[in-house]
């Protein structure tokens, strides 16, 4: 059965506030750099005190030696969910995963900010941003990682060649479009096979949040 996510892109008053109102749920809840730091860290502790998963979506991308030591500390934390750059290369995804232990390691492909500008910012000589990230995508697979983050568009075929875990941002129950560039509704993610849906604002802004968490714990079928 797919997970549901909630991003916490939230300032720290609220973040606390919002895993109050939903830890009742069978949710995941995700925590950026942003309100890493503002917590100090302690909204970590806060979402494991719940019961619930922790999603740490740091996108590491340093030395191979720095980014284990990092996964090390995040184990200890119990983090579930730990996020790194697929573009770090296979000796850095490797030596993450030797340190992982249970932990998911989620490799992040070509962030969703980028075009084919960016394929020849790199030199890389593939023609669409798709095929890149699909070339990304078996790399994480073949380095040992656990899952990718991508766009429902692409679940089928990420799933197809590499069978791994995928995290699926872009999900819109509203028709709001905001700063994503493709979007797509939760049954269509469920239906390409998507094993993580991530939802920040339409569950936040929301005037009702445990409404719409429950008619997408629904379409996951919790
Ligand atoms: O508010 P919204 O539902 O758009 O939030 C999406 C979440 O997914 C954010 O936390 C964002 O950082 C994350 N994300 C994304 N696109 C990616 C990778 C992660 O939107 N390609």
């Given at each position: 059965?797919?997970?549901?996510?909630?991003?916490?892109?939230?300032?720290?008053?609220?973040?606390?506030?919002?895993?109050?109102?939903?830890?009742?749920?069978?949710?995941?809840?995700?925590?950026?750099?942003?309100?890493?730091?503002?917590?100090?860290?302690k909204?970590?502790?806060?979402?494991?005190?719940?019961?619930?998963?922790?999603?740490?979506?740091?996108?590491?991308?340093?030395?191979?030696?720095?980014?284990?030591?990092?996964?090390?500390?995040?184990?200890?934390?119990?983090?579930?969910?730990?996020?790194?750059?697929?573009?770090?290369?296979?000796e850095?995804?490797?030596?993450?995963?030797?340190?992982?232990?249970?932990?998911?390691?989620?490799?992040?492909?070509?962030?969703?900010?980028?075009?084919?500008?960016?394929?020849?910012?790199?030199?890389?000589?593939?023609?669409?941003?798709?095929?890149?990230?699909?070339?990304?995508?078996?790399?994480?697979?073949?380095?040992?990682?656990?899952?990718?983050?991508?766009?429902a568009?692409?679940?089928r075929?990420?799933?197809?060649?590499?069978?791994?875990?995928?995290?699926?941002?872009?999900?819109?129950?509203?028709g709001?479009?905001?700063?994503?560039?493709?979007?797509?509704?939760?049954?269509?993610?469920?239906?390409?096979?998507?094993?993580?849906?991530?939802?920040?604002?339409d569950?936040?802004?929301?005037?009702?949040?445990?409404?719409?968490?429950?008619?997408?714990?629904?379409?996951?079928?919790?």
């Amino acid at each position: 059965m797919p997970k549901l996510c909630v991003a916490l892109d939230l300032d720290e008053d609220r973040a606390y506030r919002l895993v109050d109102l939903l830890s009742d749920y069978p949710l995941v809840f995700k925590v950026g750099p942003k309100l890493f730091i503002q917590s100090r860290g302690k909204i970590l502790g806060y979402v494991k005190e719940k019961g619930r998963e922790l999603f740490l979506d740091m996108k590491f991308h340093d030395i191979p030696n720095t980014v284990s030591l990092a996964v090390e500390e995040s184990v200890t934390l119990g983090v579930d969910y730990l996020t790194l750059h697929t573009l770090g290369g296979e000796e850095m995804l490797r030596t993450a995963v030797e340190a992982k232990r249970d932990l998911k390691l989620i490799g992040v492909t070509v962030l969703t900010s980028h075009d084919e500008s960016y394929l020849s910012f790199l030199k890389t000589g593939f023609k669409s941003v798709e095929e890149f990230a699909l070339y990304l995508a078996e790399i994480a697979h073949a380095s040992g990682l656990d899952g990718v983050v991508c766009s429902a568009g692409e679940v089928r075929r990420i799933k197809e060649r590499t069978g791994l875990f995928t995290v699926v941002p872009g999900i819109r129950v509203s028709g709001r479009r905001g700063d994503q560039r493709r979007v797509y509704p939760p049954e269509f993610a469920v239906k390409e096979g998507a094993d993580m849906l991530v939802m920040g604002r339409d569950i936040y802004e929301s005037d009702d949040p445990r409404g719409v968490v429950e008619r997408v714990l629904e379409v996951v079928g919790a």
